[in-house]
């Protein structure tokens, strides 16, 4: 089976090295895959200086950004992690493990804070260690697009990752799920023990108590209607 990892990237030389060293590392033979946003820093040059395969998504929009890595990749299975984010180092022996069943084609994992306090530390264990698992088995998703996988026949056919347009705007938070709910029509969506560690400069932005009203929100939301909720959910790189 061959694999492609893919890696949407704006503006992310800060973070990019780490990420692809240890993509690298954990999977030497895999297509690795950066699509980048137009960034306006040494994101493209790093990423290329690592071997990895650059492509351009002039939209910036997450949702076309996994779009575009998926139509580019070759990979019999495709995983998806993001820009600023660092796998741990079972992470590609776990997201891919779960593929030796047939049956399966989508796989989702857990996330856990880069630099985190104790309370974000225990509060995403909780939702992606304990509920997650639960949900999955109830075939409802509860995912992250910082660690997911796909078998990429599947994927592009139910048409890669929604991108919701709204009075002008890109609105693609909940993408990721909407993909899991998509694609569990033609086979079986598990959850996985494979983490990645991510950054907190979205909580830190918003502060604890609007970043959970919001996915609590949009998640209900994708569920019932098969759409994000009408909040922008802004770029956020510091």
């Not at 306090?117 to 697009?145: I, Q, Y």
Request: aromatic content about 8%; some cysteine.
């Amino acid at each position: 089976m061959n694999y492609s990892i893919i890696i949407p990237a704006l503006n992310e030389e800060k973070h990019i090295k780490e990420c692809l060293m240890e993509v690298k590392k954990q999977a030497p033979d895999a297509e690795v895959i950066l699509v980048d946003g137009v960034s306006t820093d040494r994101t493209v040059e790093i990423a290329q200086q690592l071997g990895a395969f650059v492509v351009i998504e002039k939209k910036r929009s997450v949702g076309a950004a996994r779009t575009k890595g998926l139509k580019s990749a070759h990979g019999d299975v495709v995983c998806f992690i993001d820009a600023d984010t660092v796998p741990s180092p079972s992470w590609f022996e776990q997201i891919t493990e779960p593929f030796t069943d047939e049956s399966v084609v989508g796989v989702g994992g857990m996330v856990e804070p880069i630099e985190g306090t104790l309370l974000e530390r225990l509060g995403l264990w909780f939702v992606f260690g304990v509920v997650s698992p639960v949900f999955f088995k109830m075939g409802l998703p509860l995912v992250t697009g910082q660690n997911m996988a796909f078998r990429r026949k599947e994927a592009l056919a139910v048409g890669g990752f929604l991108e919701v347009v709204k009075q002008g705007k890109n609105y693609t938070e909940g993408e990721d799920t909407i993909m899991f709910l998509n694609i569990k029509k033609t086979g079986r969506i598990v959850h996985s023990k494979s983490r990645v560690c991510v950054s907190m400069r979205r909580i830190r932005n918003w502060g604890l108590p609007r970043y959970v009203l919001f996915n609590i929100r949009n998640y209900v939301h994708l569920l019932r209607y098969g759409t994000p909720i009408e909040d922008e959910y802004e770029a956020i790189r510091k």
